[in-house]
């Protein structure tokens, strides 16, 4: 116990100062507030941009989806066409 209470007793390393020296440097000033509002600004612009660009690649991939339906539509017709003879193009004039 001896040994415990030897340990126990001992001064802790680095020992305390019994003055609190003041925190300096806590607060970015406002430099820092600058320069985070813009970047904050130049983010809110880039989310618009990305925004606008996605709804322009939708719209396109909606448009190239609806020309290629009515292209087969319009290969469909023309294959079923093909095989029966109009009246009017039968070539007995």
Do not use: I
């Amino acid at each position: 116990m001896n040994a415990l209470a030897l340990v126990l007793a001992a001064t802790p390393a680095p020992s305390p100062s019994p003055t609190v020296t003041a925190a300096t440097g806590g607060s970015p000033g406002f430099l820092g507030f600058v320069f985070t509002f813009g970047l904050a600004a130049v983010a809110v612009l880039l989310f618009l941009s990305l925004t606008r660009h996605l709804r322009v690649v939708d719209r396109r991939a909606k448009q190239l989806e609806a020309d290629e339906a009515a292209e087969a539509e319009a290969q469909e017709r023309g294959a079923d066409g093909a095989s029966e003879p109009d009246d009017a193009t039968d070539g007995t004039r």
